[in-house]
């Protein structure tokens, strides 16, 4: 069973940078580099929202619009891990970020939330005005 745990979160300063951390554990019988992972975000009372993609077949990440410019994602398959460079934040970002893999080799990067079978807990980024 493949745990994935968030790490780097926390309170801003609108325009302010924060990065983020996924380590994933539990990772057998494949490597992790063949697992597209994501990130998505939850505000309160809204659904989870796809932030950014890493396709297991490499390539450049995929940003939904609302960070694209200010987001950059990466993946380190030696160490089993992903990263969330944030600048510019916006208190729009607020939000409980999640760290997900999707364990199906896709020849794209989805974008919705059913198709990712591994959810971390989440880290709370809030960004204040």
């Known amino acids: 069973q493949v745990q994935l745990v968030e790490s780097g979160g926390g309170l801003v300063q609108a325009g302010g940078s924060l990065r983020l951390s996924c380590a994933a554990s539990g990772i057998s019988g494949r490597p992790f580099g063949t697992y597209t992972m994501a990130w998505f975000r939850q505000a309160p009372e809204k659904e989870p929202e796809f932030v950014a993609g890493?396709?297991?077949?490499?390539?450049?990440?995929e940003y939904s619009d609302s960070v694209k410019g200010r987001f950059i994602a990466g993946r380190n398959n030696a160490r089993n891990t992903i990263e969330l460079g944030m600048a510019s934040l916006k208190p729009e970002d607020t939000a409980v970020y999640y760290c997900?893999?999707?364990?199906?080799?896709?020849?794209?990067?989805?974008?919705?939330?059913?198709?990712?079978?591994?959810w971390g807990q989440g880290t709370q980024v809030t960004v204040s005005s």
């Open positions: 997900t893999a999707d364990e199906d080799r896709r020849t794209f990067t989805p974008t919705r939330k059913s198709d990712y079978d591994y």
């Open positions: 890493l396709s297991w077949r490499g390539g450049s990440p």
